[in-house]
């Protein structure tokens, strides 16, 4: 039930078109969805312009096609994350806006996109392989109305390639520091720029990296103020929270 | 090394006052603190408003007073974290603005607060034993500036005290959410705001809470989109990162 | 030997027919079977209507046919938990009764179902990725015989789901809470209900999720009483422990 | 807001006393309080005649007795767990029904204990070192209304002292099994019972015992059907939880 | 170099049919197998009648057929272990005398059996999924002259069974016992009987069976005395020792 | 009830004596201390001349003293393990023929020693560091009747300490091998000998020695047949198990 | 930018060619390339003679050719590690000078190999299983201009084998030691030289090895002085630390 | 036994003085330290000028007193680590040349100090609660002949600070890099100097820094080549390894 709705009900009732019971049963009886704290969630979608994300992984390309018809009825954007390349091809043949990420793993599908805020989001990463989390940084970023730009393949073994992006990486809202293996790219980034640093951890090792924990626990422990931490992998979560942030800006 | 500096030294190697090997070893040796990144350290210091922070826990109290009184020489806020009653009180004879902050470990000392931003920082925590952590969160985005709203003791075992506090909630610019045990609260938190959440898994538990690892692994794996992580207990690192993010609001 | 057997073998001795000695023996030697302790372990089957489970998973089709007949001949209840559709195919071609559950992993052959027990087991997942593991627990308690009620997809980050379900959710005698990822569903709900919840954890996650690991320290850590918990992915733990427990409602 | 209050709302609206905004604010903003499953929350209490337990563990003896005092005005039983001799000594100074449980570790209050269940709760454990953490669960379940039948220091080392009890143990509605080091208890007992069993790790044992996680590990993979597990050391929380199962029979 | 040769070399010394020098070297720049400690290795094969073991996994048949037929060429037994249907297809096809032992993914090669010791080792296993493991411990067992009784599926969550077979277990002279899941099985059998028991924890179970981990915990905190670990899944490695031991008995 | 009491049993059943139903109740309702393999295990103690062993550690010194004096009652040895100097002094005074074995951290009371074994049971350990668990060990086999031959301080940073005692070390019936750090002795000392090694783990070491579990690892991979592990800092289960083998020796 | 170059601009700046601002935007906007310690960064690639390795796992075959074809346009040695047979067999198809090391998984280009510095580094490992990792080293050393002697399954289970070779392994200026299992290798090896050794643990062993971490810990925990450590499966950092060790002979 | 001694058996044997089984015991039975391998040990110690470090921990000052006693007969350098203050006053009051440490927790006994090699270890470390660490490692660099660089507090949060010191950082032949939390200080310092870096993790941090074990995996993970890594806290191990690199240089 929108606020409009429930304004209509209010007005039937004033109306003398329904009796006071039906009211209060909306309101009393109504799905989480009716109760305020849900509005508010209805609200914050409509705010926000953007709808729930699709994940891919362990869904089929029907699955995922139902979901994201229905998404799609009401006008919105949709974010498949998570997809192989066979579930990409198949979403794509069905939907006519659908645009196939292949390095992010994501397809997305937006009639009419949403316009770009002021400012943007940095997102890095450490190693060319880090490169598919942080496309679903990315993606996820720009599809939620973010301009993004991509500093890749910097590394904390040639320190040399990020200083000298330092200029465009402090003009940015927020980072998305993505590495793997010994995860140091945050820390160093951090002592750097005055933004909300988001560190996304990678799988990207063998060893001792145990799959990311490694990268994971060196972020959690970074010795620059200003770190907060994602999921190993998780490049939409930041990308997610990165927008999150800057909506902040133009707010 | 400033440019100006650079610019003069130059001038002298053509009005032939210096040999080509003195510019070249200048430019060669140059400390960092002469490169531009490093003017831009100092720069955030003064955008920022804010210095460096002590932590408190495994320092005297004189090696803390010295450091305090140095920084409190450039007119700066002070903060020190993770102090026990005994340093406190030892750090307050000695500076006339210092405030022991008990609940919180902290003392800080301000000549002059910060003006306030517009907007404000949520505080919450799940059980008062997770009380520490969340006001050493308070305390110090307070102090950098921020106005900050408690909402403590409403973990997700009594579901109804945490939505009975949504309205402000939902009203915050960012979420710092601190709970042990099994760390739910953020995500749950998470689902019903449009804002960026900041969980603090803390040590409170025992067994197989290990130490807090238990609830920092549940807030890592939050269902709920945009949720960050810090550290166990690391109240500082998430009121600092909150900070950051409230800062974008007014920038 | 069973209480019949031994006493007839008493009078035997006091007949004169076989000496003291062979009663001696047949006390000493004889396999625990033949002891109280194991004569209670029968009469259980008996009196809980419900033999052993096989477990699949890593069985051939023809051994768990071979045991399956087995069970069948004493005219009970056969459960064959984590098979996969080849096997279940297999199964199904052998055994008249046998149903496939596909998406709960199982295949029941009963020819006559127990009757059901007055009052119900609740079953409620937190994702759809959680529905395999919820389905066996409700497959292994609806064949144990007991009512069961499915309430899935209803995890923590649209808390409205679930509170949109409390009314049902309250009126079972008994709930089982399967979730992976941050795991709190169990907390969330055994704040809201007064029965037993047993939490089952699933592997559903990456990276920090370490395979489930979190969700179980999460459901350990509970800060609502009352939640016990099983073993990652054990959904027929679960629905096996909630039959337990609905068994005592009709005793 | 009530239902009552809802409705003078309404009708408050209707006769134009209140604008349409404020009716549609007081649904929207309604805090969770006044919301049906948080009076579901209350009745809760009353039903179970039990109230929330005091966690004694870091609270000083004032708080504990500020909570104690607030709980016991409204009538109820009062439980306090893990309190040391220094606590218990001051508590019982304030309280005149104070109780002192010293191998439990706890302090109860009853002015009026409640009345005994029909049937009753078996809380066994391995070895004498376990015992605090049994006494917390027969504490936990007595002051609830259950009759508790103590069966100490039956490891599976000795296995003959287990089954000289089973006749009492196979009597029981439900069994609360703690044990430490292996953590066989549970699986053995659980194979020769068929009511549900509880499991209690302990933190009893050195070494690669983890401090309780090798038992909690190996409670958790019980070949035994029906053993469900609680937190390491939380003898409270398996007889919380053992008081709502032995609840249903007498349902 | 042997004894005899050694002895051979002093007489020729003394016979001065060799030079003092020539003896000097044999004695230092020896091989390691040589040395004294290298001749007490070869005099511990000469006495175990046992050689080196191959491990087949991760090599080819070729390869295994080479080791082998060097270990052959001195007559030897010869002993391969996780070997795989088609490894052993090949060996077989090789070696007359070749066995495979697919239970126990083995194969021997034994152109005379060793005799039998007096007395037996008994091989237990918990479950049927235990099987491979108990089995390669039991070929290992009879390989190295022992003779073997297997007494499998006795798991504690049928106590009956194994009490069933406590007198044969009684008179082994040293006991291997395998178990998965939580492993249990060791303790309560070294609580009834008096010999040396090895305990194998078995990968077998999944979620918080961490791949064998939970039972090598529980096994490495038997309350029970006397109990001894080996690796998980390391069936060798307890049939090895089990026959180390059993061999002190006909000493 | 002995096999004597059970034919009584019979007898006044033949004679008219005692009803039927009292017999069956007798043998059915017994407690195991009565059936066949719990008189076995009161065999075992009589035969192996071993009692319990007291564990010292969180047992007060009366509670000790109380369990040592039932055990004297019986005339046996006694071994208290884990014992600090207080509880080693009033001990002492209250047993007459007590001794304390300060660097064991053992206590034993023994009226009339065992008369020891043929053979003879190593105990090697790698630093001094790691000697108050070897003594443990060597204290326990030495009650239990053994003869013990101490080789300490013999890792295998220096390698020669140990190959200079290799005669000593292969002519023992078995060998405990106690290391703490890396944990390489046994692996070492069980590739030059042809008896069983048990290997124990210390938690001497800091850092990644992770409280001993990086020793136990170790050992419980080790490249030489025939290791098998007891659990970390478990001198008194090594000295266990090594008598329970040295004594089948002698069988 | 070169010293060289940076000379010239200079010098091009005295002779009016360019204005100043030319060579300060040189030094200031330069790339960190054109740094200080950048310059020392390329300085260094000219000393070692050795530019960067490719990682070639998750490389496609056309990745690494485009990357490969780079790096010998500077006339530089190719190292790719980490290749799979087939992406082995495309990449020698286009590179004329490619060298496929299978035994290694590596890759080398050299038009001109370096020359070898005097002096030698041995590898040594414990088993044939090791191989991989220990060829690893091997390659990575030899292409960076050192002499290498390999000695290969050494393990400490035939102790005789390492010591066979001790006075080859004494003359080596850096020993690299590989090891998997219980990763005893390294530290009796360093109690017996006085060189560095470098320390790789293998994930080559099953269960409680869990994938290296055995050999890793045992490695960390070496009782031997001068042990350092690398990843799991490292041999090319090993190679590469030793290479640089023992460039230091030769400065 | 020498070589001399070899050659009188072996001509007493031939003149007849002593029979045939005695020579052939004396080449079977002899101890390690008579063999080359062992000689060679005792050569190291001479070539070195180092003998054996006491470490402090756990020992009496009285035990410690004794060793380096017998330590000093020999002339050498004494060198005791992990000692407390307590201790130290002891050993200084006893050992005339004794000095204290004190930020290193460590005493050094020279009568005359080795002379100090060409070239320079580097010790730096991250934060100044790393400098007990980082001290640790410079003494014993010092003590073993080594001249030492102090670069302390240079850690990645303020990156100019290292880069400042990049100069002294490159001219040094080896590098120990003490750091906590993250540990990327190693990472990025190997990525910018061409020597070996030894990185030292110390146990620096809270929660997720899991007493060091975060700083150990980000170091093994590093992804800059030529890092390697010795334990947590181990400052001695990595001052011994960077001497033993530094004694190359000058051979």
Redesign the interface.
């Known amino acids: 039930m929108t606020?409009a709705e429930?304004?209509q009900l209010?007005?039937d009732?004033?109306a003398g078109k329904i009796p006071?019971e039906k009211?209060?049963r909306a309101?009393?009886a109504a799905?989480?969805?009716d109760?305020?704290?849900?509005?508010?969630?209805t609200h914050?979608a409509l705010?926000?312009n953007f709808p729930e994300?699709i994940f891919g992984a362990?869904k089929t390309s029907d699955q995922i096609g139902k979901i994201a018809a229905k998404l799609q009825e009401h006008g919105q954007q949709v974010l498949i994350t998570r997809v192989n390349s066979e579930q990409a091809k198949l979403i794509c043949k069905k939907f006519k806006h659908a645009v196939h990420h292949a390095a992010a793993r994501c397809v997305t599908i937006e009639k009419k996109p949403l316009p770009k805020r002021a400012g943007f989001i940095a997102v890095v990463c450490?190693?060319t392989?880090d490169l598919p989390v942080a496309e679903e940084a990315a993606v996820t970023a720009a599809i939620m109305g973010n301009r993004v730009e991509r500093v890749f393949d910097i590394?904390?073994?040639?320190?040399?390639?990020?200083?000298?992006r330092?200029e465009l990486l402090?003009s940015a809202?927020?980072i998305v520091a993505v590495a793997g293996?010994?995860?140091?790219l945050p820390?160093?980034l951090?002592?750097?720029?005055?933004?909300?640093v988001?560190a996304v951890?990678t799988?990207i090792?063998?060893?001792?990296?145990?799959?990311?924990?490694?990268?994971?626990?060196?972020?959690?422990?970074?010795?620059?103020?200003?770190?907060?931490?994602?999921?190993?992998?998780?490049g939409?979560?930041?990308g997610?929270?990165a927008s999150?942030?800057?909506c902040?800006?133009t707010?």
Chains 1, 2, 3, 4, 5, 6, 7, 8 share one sequence.
């Open positions: 606020t429930a304004a209010l007005e009732f004033r006071r009211v209060l309101f009393q799905p989480a969805a109760l305020g704290f849900a509005q508010v969630d914050r705010r926000k994300v362990g450490a190693g392989s590394g904390v073994a040639g320190l040399h390639r990020m200083l000298a330092m402090q809202n927020v293996m010994e995860g140091a820390s160093v951090a002592g750097l720029v005055s933004k909300p988001i951890p799988s090792g063998y060893g001792a990296s145990l799959g990311g924990i490694a990268a994971l626990l060196a972020m959690l422990n970074s010795c620059a103020s200003g770190v907060t931490v994602v999921n190993i992998d998780n939409f979560g930041a997610y929270a999150q942030i800057n902040l800006v707010t």
